[in-house]
Nanobody, 122 residues
Framework: QVQLVESGGGLVQAGDSLRLSCAAS????????MGWFRQAPGKEREFVLA????????VYADSVRGRFTISRDNANNMVYLQMSSLKPEDTAVYYC???????????????WGSGTQVTVSP
């Protein structure tokens, strides 16, 4: 079992930057691929970014390529989502997830946090 807790969300303006954090506990985070997903009101949860166990290998959604980056600190069981040039369409609840495969498919991820709200005003 892995417990995931996201933090760092908030209200920002378009063009701003924000960093989300995900703290993992239970099992060692380095045993898992870590991903970020997001869900806007009335929409399905969608893939954002994922990173391999040792930080080698990153998969991006086209909508965030060049603006968002993912990183991990396995020594401290942390995963980060650095977001820049934020747009109103990035407004969503952002979820951290842990799984065994580096994939954009949400059903590959077994463990999920409860999410953190990011709101980008125009």
């Amino acid at each position: 079992q892995v417990q995931l807790v996201e933090s760092g969300g908030g209200l920002v303006q378009a063009g701003d930057s924000l960093r989300l954090s995900c703290a993992a506990s239970g099992h060692t985070a380095s045993n898992y691929v870590m991903g970020w997903f997001r869900q806007a009101p009335g929409k399905e949860r969608e893939f954002v970014l994922a990173i391999g166990r040792l930080g080698v290998g990153v998969v991006y959604a086209d909508s965030v390529r060049g603006r968002f980056t993912i990183s991990r600190d396995n020594a401290n069981n942390m995963v980060y989502l650095q977001m820049s040039s934020l747009k109103p369409e990035d407004t969503a609840v952002y979820y951290c997830a842990a799984g065994q495969l580096l994939s954009i498919r949400k059903n590959v991820y077994s463990y999920w946090g409860s999410g953190t709200q990011v709101t980008v005003s125009p």
